[in-house]
């Protein structure tokens, strides 16, 4: 194998850093890490053969500050600098800085980083260049009443963009001439605000979208290459959350088509690294070669690219490193093809029956399937900062074909445990099981559309409540000096606090080893033949001896005991408290104000002695940019505040406490 570099620099963190340090560590190239405050521990700094510090946790004092990424590349020998995807990777002077220190950037020039950096500009370019593209207006005009007679000749509905936006950011859908002069208005406050930029264009809506988007590669001698098309339409607000390849209903006119189109693309540009196309579709009924159009380019390596990597064999980060070395393509055009279909699924730290509120904190288990690839930046015992994107992992899998591909990531995603920390796991196994798109049929609106059919916050059956009080009790029912009385059965009566409020039931244990579970007072279920194999559980259940299987985990938070159990339907975490300590406050969700998340606290608007209503304000949190309001969950007196504006607190912390108002 020919020697690029022999020491390159990653400047990111998280699972595309361990990504990029695996293949340079099988290509024989040492790696540096970068890191914060926040991830001296993490786990792209122990894989790396060498790790520099650049600064506080916030990216803006850290990973965002290009002088400290060159110095530390400088400092320790590298040849090459490899910006992963997010912070830098997009930034042409950052480019240019690392190109003037003498320094290889692994990635496109800044040239081409600039000429797709604005979303008008590019559009003029990719149809001069024969892409097609969306009809609208991008021209320099950015006068009110212009843009709305632009609009009416466009006709409605029509989207309002950021020219420099991304993420959905500056993006305003509006269906009637009366909705636009707000939707303008509030576009450009939002492109101002995140991208100092507040010049939109305006792009006819397509009812039915699909997202589909294109795999290019080009090197400096001048090839350009694609590696085929991947299907990203399951979007929440326009963030992909599954992602497959190839796209379900592709024919090979309309791939043909839509590949072509995307080569040039990359062509108008000079095109040398990793980079993607991606297209809007009528989704309407079947593709059809005029019906798909220029959305944007990403001049960088996707999160999504593993799903090109499996269907082609090919080693994308590899490319990077080879191409940027000066090296030609591996392969050529024809020695590329499509070999069985593969998903990715995004799992977050997140609580989608909160409004996909970020979730953060501690991981106290992470457990994966062995039939997926799982990509992830984290491991247990490690602490999901509020600074970052919270994901946790990206789940994939590949098959012969689709079905099996998508029934292999329903499997990967029901054995996946995440424990300490809510996830988005329940929400990826019930949008893998959606009947549309199981059947391949859908667009980039099913999850808005089914939303409360995705997002369950039901409470937990009988199993998950049984394993959890067997388990937090540390009792087999077969053990002989376990649960054992000398007359009769053995009682135990529990409150857990599940989701914030108090869950209360009685689990008997019979002289035959058999077990009830009453939950207001109801049997919710029996169970016989139990047993506990280190943290797999099983036992018996019901008129037709059905069988249960469970994984269940324990761990400790401060005098309570956490318990998570995962059965084949879905995964519920439950918090016992100890009833001799001051952790037993919790079960009384009316007399205390918890934080609802890992983050910091903004303001702290009540002192002791304060007199609240219920539902009145009394500070906010944030996290991951988001900020949360802390209500009173009553009329009382404030009897104490535990922390102050600016603390950085963990989820579940209680931060104010009440004491019933006294009588007049």
């Given at each position: 194998?020919?020697?690029?570099f022999?020491?390159?620099?990653?400047?990111?963190r998280?699972?595309?850093?361990?990504r990029v340090?695996?293949?340079a560590?099988?290509m024989?190239?040492?790696?540096?890490a970068?890191?914060?405050?926040?991830?001296?521990?993490?786990?792209?700094?122990?894989?790396?053969?060498?790790?520099?510090?650049i600064?506080?946790s916030p990216?803006?004092?850290?990973y965002?500050?290009?002088e400290?990424?060159?110095?530390?590349a400088?400092?320790t020998g590298a040849?090459?600098?490899?910006?992963g995807?997010?912070?830098?990777?997009?930034?042409p002077?950052?480019?240019?800085?690392?190109?003037?220190?003498?320094l290889t950037?692994?990635?496109?020039?800044?040239?081409?980083?600039?000429?797709?950096?604005?979303?008008?500009?590019?559009?003029?370019?990719m149809?001069?260049?024969g892409?097609?593209i969306?009809?609208?207006?991008?021209g320099?005009?950015q006068?009110?009443d212009?843009?709305?007679?632009?609009?009416?000749?466009?006709?409605?509905?029509?989207l309002?963009?950021?020219?420099?936006g991304?993420?959905g950011?500056?993006?305003?859908k509006?269906?009637?001439?009366?909705e636009?002069?707000?939707?303008?208005?509030s576009?450009?406050?939002?492109?101002?605000?995140?991208?100092g930029?507040?010049?939109?264009l305006?792009?006819?809506?397509?009812t039915?979208?699909r997202h589909?988007?294109v795999?290019v590669?080009g090197?400096?001698?001048?090839?350009v290459?694609?590696?085929?098309?991947?299907d990203c339409?399951l979007?929440?607000r326009?963030?992909?959350?599954?992602?497959e390849?190839?796209a379900?209903g592709?024919?090979?006119a309309?791939?043909?088509?839509?590949?072509?189109?995307?080569?040039?693309?990359?062509?108008?540009i000079?095109?040398?690294g990793a980079?993607t196309i991606?297209?809007?579709a009528?989704?309407?009924?079947?593709l059809?070669?005029?019906?798909?159009?220029?959305?944007e380019?990403?001049t960088?390596?996707?999160v999504e690219?593993p799903?090109?990597?499996?269907?082609?064999?090919?080693?994308?980060?590899?490319w990077?490193i080879?191409?940027?070395?000066?090296e030609?393509?591996?392969l050529?055009q024809?020695?590329?093809?499509?070999?069985g279909?593969?998903f990715?699924?995004?799992?977050?730290?997140?609580?989608p029956?909160n409004?996909?509120l970020p979730?953060t904190?501690?991981?106290?288990?992470?457990?994966?399937?062995?039939v997926?690839?799982?990509d992830?930046?984290?491991?247990?015992?490690?602490v999901?900062?509020?600074?970052?994107?919270?994901?946790?992992?990206?789940i994939i899998?590949?098959?012969?074909?689709r079905?099996s591909?998508?029934?292999s990531?329903?499997k990967?995603?029901r054995?996946?445990?995440?424990v300490?920390?809510?996830?988005?796991a329940d929400?990826?196994v019930?949008?893998?099981?959606?009947a549309d798109?199981?059947?391949?049929?859908?667009?980039?609106?099913?999850?808005?559309?089914?939303?409360e059919?995705?997002?369950?916050n039901?409470?937990?059956?009988?199993?998950?409540?049984?394993?959890?009080?067997?388990?937090?009790l540390g009792?087999e029912?077969?053990?002989?000096h376990?649960g054992?009385?000398?007359?009769?059965?053995?009682v135990?009566?529990?409150?857990?606090?599940y989701k914030?409020a108090?869950l209360?039931c009685?689990?008997?244990?019979?002289?035959d080893?058999?077990?009830t579970?009453?939950?207001?007072?109801?049997?919710?279920?029996?169970?016989r033949?139990?047993?506990f194999?280190?943290?797999?559980?099983s036992a018996?259940?019901?008129?037709?001896?059905?069988q249960?299987k469970a994984?269940?985990r324990?761990?400790?938070?401060?005098?309570a005991?956490?318990?998570?159990?995962?059965?084949?339907?879905?995964?519920c975490?439950?918090l016992?408290p100890?009833?001799?300590s001051?952790s037993?406050a919790?079960?009384?969700t009316?007399?205390?104000?918890?934080?609802?998340m890992t983050?910091?606290?903004?303001?702290?608007?009540?002192?002791?002695?304060?007199?609240?209503?219920a539902?009145?304000?009394l500070?906010?949190?944030?996290?991951?940019k988001?900020?949360t309001?802390?209500?009173?969950p009553?009329?009382?007196?404030?009897?104490?505040v535990f922390?102050?504006?600016?603390?950085?607190?963990?989820?579940?912390?209680i931060?104010?406490?009440l004491e019933?108002?006294s009588a007049?």
């Amino acid at each position: 194998m020919t020697q690029t570099f022999s020491k390159i620099l990653i400047a990111n963190r998280g699972e595309i850093a361990v990504r990029v340090i695996r293949t340079a560590r099988r290509m024989g190239i040492a790696t540096v890490a970068v890191y914060s405050d926040a991830d001296e521990k993490a786990l792209h700094v122990s894989l790396a053969d060498e790790a520099i510090h650049i600064g506080p946790s916030p990216v803006s004092d850290s990973y965002l500050v290009a002088e400290r990424i060159i110095k530390a590349a400088q400092a320790t020998g590298a040849q090459a600098i490899h910006p992963g995807y997010g912070f830098l990777s997009e930034n042409p002077d950052f480019v240019d800085a690392v190109e003037s220190a003498g320094l290889t950037f692994i990635g496109p020039s800044s040239k081409a980083i600039r000429a797709m950096g604005l979303k008008d500009a590019a559009k003029d370019l990719m149809a001069t260049a024969g892409v097609p593209i969306v009809p609208g207006y991008q021209g320099d005009s950015q006068d009110a009443d212009f843009l709305a007679t632009e609009a009416e000749r466009i006709g409605y509905p029509v989207l309002i963009k950021a020219r420099a936006g991304g993420g959905g950011k500056g993006m305003r859908k509006v269906d009637v001439p009366d909705e636009f002069t707000t939707a303008l208005e509030s576009a450009r406050r939002e492109g101002q605000a995140s991208f100092g930029d507040p010049h939109v264009l305006i792009e006819k809506y397509i009812t039915t979208p699909r997202h589909i988007e294109v795999q290019v590669f080009g090197d400096s001698q001048g090839h350009v290459v694609h590696l085929f098309e991947r299907d990203c339409s399951l979007q929440r607000r326009h963030q992909k959350v599954i992602e497959e390849a190839p796209a379900p209903g592709m024919t090979e006119a309309v791939r043909r088509a839509m590949t072509e189109a995307a080569v040039k693309a990359a062509q108008a540009i000079d095109y040398c690294g990793a980079g993607t196309i991606e297209f809007i579709a009528d989704g309407s009924g079947p593709l059809r070669v005029d019906g798909f159009w220029f959305m944007e380019m990403n001049t960088r390596l996707q999160v999504e690219h593993p799903v090109t990597e499996a269907i082609t064999g090919v080693d994308l980060v590899e490319w990077q490193i080879r191409v940027a070395a000066g090296e030609p393509l591996p392969l050529r055009q024809d020695d590329l093809s499509i070999t069985g279909h593969a998903f990715e699924a995004r799992l977050y730290a997140e609580d989608p029956a909160n409004g996909f509120l970020p979730a953060t904190g501690k991981l106290e288990h992470l457990a994966f399937s062995d039939v997926a690839r799982n990509d992830t930046g984290v491991r247990s015992g490690d602490v999901i900062s509020p600074f970052y994107d919270p994901m946790i992992a990206k789940i994939i899998t590949h098959a012969t074909d689709r079905k099996s591909a998508r029934l292999s990531l329903l499997k990967s995603l029901r054995e996946t445990h995440v424990v300490g920390t809510v996830c988005n796991a329940d929400f990826l196994v019930a949008l893998a099981a959606h009947a549309d798109f199981a059947a391949g049929q859908f667009d980039t609106g099913l999850i808005e559309r089914d939303l409360e059919l995705l997002v369950t916050n039901a409470d937990p059956g009988g199993v998950h409540l049984a394993v959890a009080a067997l388990a937090a009790l540390g009792i087999e029912p077969a053990s002989r000096h376990l649960g054992w009385r000398l007359w009769g059965a053995a009682v135990h009566d529990l409150t857990f606090v599940y989701k914030g409020a108090p869950l209360s039931c009685r689990l008997t244990l019979h002289p035959d080893d058999t077990v009830t579970l009453v939950r207001d007072g109801h049997e919710v279920i029996d169970l016989r033949e139990v047993a506990f194999d280190g943290p797999h559980f099983s036992a018996r259940s019901g008129q037709t001896n059905a069988q249960i299987k469970a994984t269940v985990r324990l761990a400790h938070r401060d005098a309570a005991v956490l318990v998570s159990v995962l059965t084949e339907d879905s995964t519920c975490e439950f918090l016992l408290p100890d009833l001799r300590s001051g952790s037993a406050a919790l079960i009384d969700t009316s007399d205390s104000v918890v934080a609802p998340m890992t983050g910091r606290i903004v303001t702290l608007e009540v002192a002791k002695g304060d007199l609240v209503t219920a539902g009145a304000r009394l500070g906010v949190m944030e996290a991951m940019k988001m900020e949360t309001s802390l209500v009173a969950p009553r009329d009382g007196l404030v009897s104490d505040v535990f922390f102050a504006a600016g603390d950085a607190v963990e989820g579940g912390a209680i931060l104010v406490t009440l004491e019933v108002e006294s009588a007049a």
